[in-house]
């Protein structure tokens, strides 16, 4: 996933920046600041980069990331442009996207946060050591590490909402998945058709279901659909109207649909939406759902009862 | 984040066969996004509806058919405009509970149904735009 | 017979097959050549067959429910046909109920539910 969609998913928009700024009391004068500071960033970038990767790649479990010279100049590269970016005076979305750049392309090579996070303590050691160094005066320093010290805690919130964001991102992509998997229309018979729905449906799926459910009462051409909605664990009343919609769409194409695995909760909250209910089939189980599709095509169950004794009772269709 | 025009169609509406074009063009641009039946049914109807209503109220008006892309997902853009008498009562009108002998309270209130995005802007004596967007879903 | 729209005889019921756009003129002359075919009397329904509309707006509707309206008025119930499933799938959620509108999936189903209901005298 690229840093652009990571914006989308995080809804990274100026609003947010802003917000961000707000919380974090980044204000112009810190970045006036930090922009008045850059000819001290650019006589210690190369002293900080160095002494910041003397660290991650003395300790064991960071040193695999870098594991030749030709990966480690280009990252010392990477990370001299990040420390002077703190030192742009902008704190914009253009700035946001590039902090984000660089987090995704962490994330990415699967450097797990407790190192790229941690790692910001040191970059917060050297920066501080090295104020001190360069400007001695104790309030000037003060003021400088203060500005920074914002402008660097909303780079570590961005480099976590990387992570999060491609989190988010698979998390999508497997409900994706088990949304095809779990909306299967089944024939029970002839002119019928049936519906388990399982798992929790958001509006999307919701939709889906719809669509799905006429598609196929469509091509079947089936007289009925019986949706049960026993295995959804929450019907509130966004999915309680889309299920009356569905039923009325199902109805224009001349077709009937039976809702079983209502719950009395169920019923409370379709009851609650005020429409009017007198046209649909609503039963508590399925079996009685099925009872009632198969006399709507003009069939029944029947038990064949002719030798009690000798035979079990067989169940059997009849027209 | 960042939209960009893949195509743009401007269309004048001045005749009745002229709602049936911006409806064929707005399913054209739905099949090159790749919009299922299901998308693409809600965009031209939307279409339709607002195209109908601009034809039946102001006579004559302009349709612009865009199509969109924003990195990750494609989309549908259609702006009318006419100079036509305006909505008066605007918020009842969107709330759907209100019938002229032509009914284009239905028409509105439905269409935003339809969509992901929709804005109006009208007034009596002020004209009439209308804009609305359907995404692929993300 | 006035407009484009084909209206068939089919025993004592009249199928109307609609593949066309629903433009003003046309909608006019179908609706007027529904009331001249009923107006010849001893009908006992009407069967319109919508499998060839893409698109179906509010105003197709209100043309469809209007021509059943009349068609009450002259004792004949009408059943509406074919409907495509994203067309049902937009009225509904454009909120347009289709009140007072009977539909049957295929011309059989309509034959099938006209027969079942009494003709009104």
Redesign the interface.
């Known amino acids: 996933m690229d840093h652009r969609r990571y914006m989308k998913v995080l809804k990274l928009d100026e609003a947010e920046v802003a917000s961000r700024r707000a919380f974090f009391e980044l204000t112009d004068e810190d970045l006036s600041r930090l922009a008045a500071l850059r000819p001290f960033a650019e006589k210690v970038t190369d002293a900080i980069v160095e002494d910041f990767y003397k660290l991650l790649l003395g300790h064991r479990e960071t040193k695999k990331f870098f594991p030749d010279e030709a990966t480690v100049r280009r990252v010392k590269k990477t990370q001299r442009d990040y420390f002077l970016g703190l030192f742009n005076g902008k704190c914009d979305l253009a700035y946001v996207e590039d902090r984000l750049r660089v987090g995704t392309a962490h994330q990415r090579i699967g450097l797990s946060t407790k190192w790229y996070l941690g790692a910001y303590r040191k970059y917060m050691q050297l920066i501080c050591d090295h104020l001190f160094e360069e400007l001695r005066d104790q309030d000037k320093v003060r003021d400088a590490f203060a500005s920074i010290q914002k402008l660097v805690y909303f780079d570590v919130v961005l480099a976590t909402d990387t992570y999060l964001a491609a989190n988010i991102d698979a998390i999508e992509r497997h409900q994706a998945a088990i949304r095809e998997l779990s909306t299967p229309v089944i024939r029970v018979h002839d002119r019928i058709l049936l519906l388990p729905l399982v798992g929790s449906i958001d509006s999307h799926r919701a939709n889906q279901v719809m669509d799905n459910v006429l598609l196929k009462v469509s091509e079947a051409q089936a007289k009925c659909i019986i949706i049960d909605i026993a295995g959804v664990p929450v019907v509130d009343t966004k999915v309680a109207d889309n299920l009356v919609k569905t039923t009325a769409a199902v109805r224009l194409l001349g077709a009937e649909t039976i809702l079983t695995g209502i719950t009395a909760q169920v019923a409370r909250t379709i009851i609650q939406l005020g429409v009017d209910i007198s046209a649909m089939h609503t039963l508590s189980r399925l079996a009685e759902g099925i009872e009632l599709a198969l006399s709507l095509v003009g069939k029944s169950i029947q038990s064949s009862a002719r030798r009690p004794t000798r035979r079990n009772k067989r169940k059997t269709v009849r027209t | 984040m960042s939209e960009s025009v893949e195509e743009r169609h401007e269309m004048r509406i001045e005749s009745e066969d002229d709602i049936t074009l911006v409806r064929r063009k707005v399913r054209d641009l739905a099949a090159t996004c790749h919009f299922d039946i299901f998308l693409g049914a809600a965009v031209t109807t939307a279409a339709s509806e607002l195209a109908r209503n601009v034809w039946v109220h102001a006579g004559h008006g302009v349709a612009v058919i865009e199509r969109l892309t924003d990195d990750v997902r494609q989309g549908v853009r259609v702006e009318f405009r006419d100079e036509g008498p305006g909505i008066a009562d605007l918020d009842r009108v969107l709330a759907g509970g209100y019938s002229t002998a032509n009914s284009m309270g239905l028409g509105l209130s439905g269409s935003r149904r339809l969509v992901d995005e929709f804005s109006i802007d009208s007034a009596p004596g002020r004209g009439t735009r209308v804009t609305f967007v359907k995404w692929t879903p993300f | 017979m006035t407009g484009p729209i084909p209206i068939l005889r089919v025993g004592r019921v009249l199928l109307a097959t609609i593949q066309t756009?629903l433009?003003?003129n046309v909608a006019n002359a179908f609706q007027q050549d529904v009331l001249l075919a009923l107006e010849r009397g001893a009908m006992a329904g009407l069967v319109i067959d919508i499998s060839g509309l893409?698109?179906?707006?509010?105003?197709v509707a209100?043309v469809l429910a209007d021509t059943g309206r009349m068609a009450k008025l002259m004792g004949v119930e009408t059943v509406?046909?074919g409907?495509?499933?994203?067309?049902?799938?937009?009225?509904?959620?454009?909120?347009?109920?289709?009140e007072g509108v009977q539909?049957?999936?295929?011309l059989q189903?309509?034959l099938a539910a006209l027969r079942k209901k009494p003709r009104e005298e």
Not at chain 3, 54 to 59: F, I, R
Not at chain 3, 103 to 106: G, I, P, Q
């Open positions: 756009e433009r003003d893409e698109t179906v707006d509010t105003y209100r509406l046909v409907m495509r499933p994203e067309i049902a799938a937009t009225l509904v959620r454009m909120g347009y109920a289709m539909t049957a999936l295929n189903e309509g």
